[in-house]
C-alpha cells in the first residue's frame, strides 16, 4: 500500500451539500454527482486525497460520538404520545457534530417546562425540529426544554408543510395563513424568511 497524502476539506458536511464541480476534484466514496457539483451522500468529513484529487466522505460515526449530559442537541420529533415523546437526535449542536446513525431521545411531559403543561401534542408536535438538553448519561437519552433558548426551533404548516414563522409569538404560515396554538417555542425559533 502506498501512502495516501490526504487533508481535511470540510470537518462537517451534510447531506446534498456541494463539496466542488468536476473540474476541482473527483467523486471519491461518500459522494455523488449532481450535474458538475460533487455532492456528498452523508453527514460526514470531507476529506481529499491530494495525489488523485477525489474528495471522499467519512460518515460521522455512532462510535465517534456519544451524546452525555449537559449537551444541546437538534432532533426532530418522531413521535408523541400522552406523556412521553420520540424525538430523532441529529446533532450535537455544542460540539457542531452531526451523527450518522442517529439517535433516539425521550422527552417527558414533567421535562417540557417549568409551567404546568396539560398535553404534550400541544407542546410539540410530529416533523418539529426541536432545541433540547441531554439530562442523562445512557441510552434511552433523556431530554428537557426547560429554558427559553430550548424548545420548537422550526416548524412545518399541517396543511402545507410550509416552514411556519412567528407572529406575536405564534406559529403562522405564510403560505396558507393558518395559525398554530400553544407550542414550547424557543426563542432561537429560526425564521426562514421574514414576514413583511
Ligand atoms: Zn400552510
Known amino acids: ?101 442517529s439517535f433516539h431521545g425521550m422527552l417527558h411531559i414533567s421535562q417540557v417546562s417549568d409551567k404546568f403543561v396539560e398535553s404534550l401534542s400541544s407542546a410539540i408536535r410530529v416533523t418539529d425540529i426541536v432545541r433540547a438538553k441531554i439530562i442523562n448519561n445512557k441510552v434511552p437519552y433523556q431530554l428537557s426544554m426547560k429554558d427559553k433558548e430550548l424548545g420548537v426551533i422550526l416548524a412545518f404548516c399541517v396543511n402545507c408543510q410550509n416552514p411556519m414563522v412567528l407572529k406575536d409569538r405564534k406559529l403562522y404560515c405564510p403560505q396558507c395563513r393558518n395559525q398554530e396554538e400553544e407550542r414550547k417555542i424557543s426563542l432561537r425559533y429560526s425564521t426562514p424568511f421574514k414576514l413583511q
Open 1 to 101: 500500500m502506498r501512502p495516501v497524502k490526504e487533508k481535511i476539506l470540510r470537518d462537517v458536511v451534510t447531506p446534498g451539500e456541494s463539496l466542488g464541480i468536476i473540474e476541482e476534484f473527483l467523486p471519491g466514496e461518500g459522494t455523488y454527482l449532481d450535474d458538475d457539483n460533487i455532492k456528498s451522500l452523508y453527514f460526514g468529513v470531507a476529506v481529499l486525497d491530494i495525489e488523485e484529487r477525489k474528495v471522499h466522505v467519512r460518515p460521522l460515526g455512532r462510535e465517534r460520538l456519544l451524546p452525555v449530559k449537559g449537551d444541546i442537541v437538534i432532533g426532530e420529533v418522531n413521535s408523541v404520545k400522552r406523556d412521553t415523546a420520540t424525538i430523532v437526535i441529529k446533532k450535537i449542536e455544542n460540539k457542531d457534530a452531526w451523527l450518522k446513525p
